[in-house]
């Protein structure tokens, strides 16, 4: 193994000297973005039609969705729920 000269050492500490700054925790690096969902249906009909609203938070949660929002609106109402 090759000796360090003065040189080589104080370019090592100018190069290292920050290094600890520089390096990210491992949540950070780890850590993902939650993946949302959201829901809608406007008639209880379209369950006929395969988009019920438990159809699409099925397909929703296939997808990868953690958190689901989901609404049913009709001409005379609104509902909003939030599931997870």
Request: with cysteine; charged share 30%.
């Amino acid at each position: 193994m090759r000796k360090m000269s003065e040189k080589d050492k104080r370019e090592y500490d100018r190069i290292t000297a920050h290094a600890e700054q520089m390096t990210l925790p491992l949540e950070k690096l780890t850590t993902r973005s939650k993946i949302y969902g959201y829901a809608r249906v406007s008639t209880y009909g379209q369950a006929a039609h395969g988009n019920s609203l438990e159809e699409q938070k099925r397909q929703l949660r296939k997808a990868g969705a953690e958190e689901i929002f989901a609404d049913v609106f009709t001409g005379k109402t609104a509902q909003c729920r939030h599931t997870q």
